[in-house]
């Protein structure tokens, strides 16, 4: 067996082993190494392991070096969920030593994998975030009666205010929307040529939906498919959405959409404990289900703690929240880059 860095001429391989295995996610997906370094100029180490031209496990790795923020050796920068994969314990314990050399040698000051079930005991961890995920029926009125009664009744105002969906096939829309909202909660926005980018790599498995109210998107949400799984991830609104629950009519329209399309599983993603985000889902129905991100800490002692919740960025994030929008679409995406 010998751990090898993938190249554009194994990315097929690579993919079939990802789809093979039911523990890989659409973040373990070959694409993201092309992301993560045309969309942020950050190395990507995806490292697998192979044994008679047999790949047997994979982990995906992009390396964050920031002034900031620290350096990190992350799998999966900007993504959710990450991690080894391997068809055994032998092939795992390989790429994790991989893993924990390549971080040494890069001198990162940790290295961090964004486990959904947890994988090394006695590895510090953080449990910082839960994701959301519900198996669909393919009957529409299932889901929709399966929603609780309160959310329910918000999701039928926002039918009864006329609101459709549409889907766009450029960017344009959806990012003037999903920018203002992020600006709205204090938080830098990433580049309009990221989105591109995941457009033009993950083609139709990336598609966004829009939520018009008298021919004017006021949200939008771009999805990623997955197998069987949907995945709303980057989603964003205006003022009015809330006053018409666009946003609520824009996740059942995924929902109903995806359904159309033979998805069986809605994953809401990943929220922070306590959160606005987490209580929305949590009114949907949807069970948290805890996330076991483990760390090999290098050059620190304390884990890592970059997130809004972190005091110390009380008033950046206040302060950013009165950006004018224009300025917040310059400055956000060279400080997002380095977020991961």
Known sequence: MVIKLLDDANRVRWDEFVNTYPEATFFHRSGWREVIESAFDHPAYFLYAEENGVILGILPLGYIKSYLFGNSLIS????????????????KQALDK???ELARDLNVDYLEFRNIKSSEPGRPTKQLYVTFRKTLSSDHDINFNAIPRKQRAIVRKGISSGLT???????????????????????????????NILKKVFG????????????RVISSVMNFYFRDEVLPYYGGGYKLARELSANDFMYWEVM???????????????????????RFKAHWGFTPIPLHYEYELINTSILPDINPLNPK????I?????????????IGPVIARNLG
Do not use: H
């Not at 889907?167 to 909202?181: K, N």
């Not at 109903?256 to 987490?278: C, E, H, L, P, W």
């Not at 206040?318 to 310059?330: E, I, Q, R, T, Y």
């Open 98 to 100: 991989a893993a924990c």
């Open 256 to 278: 109903r959409r995806a359904v159309d399309r033979y998805v069986n599983i809605f994953d809401y993603g990943r929220s922070k404990y306590g959160t606005g985000s987490y």
């Open 318 to 330: 206040s302060a950013w929240k009165n950006l004018p929008l224009s300025l917040s679409k310059v």
């Open 313 to 316: 960025y009380k008033y950046f």
């Open 204 to 215: 139709n498995d990336c598609e966004i939906i829009s939520i018009e109210y008298r021919g």
């Open 76 to 91: 999966t920068p900007f993504c959710v969920y990450g991690g080894i994969v391997a068809s055994n314990q032998e092939v």
């Open 165 to 195: 969906s549409v889907v766009d096939l450029g960017i344009e829309r959806f990012y003037d929307a999903y920018a203002e909202s992020v600006r709205n909660l204090g938080t830098p926005v990433l580049g309009s040529y990221y989105f």
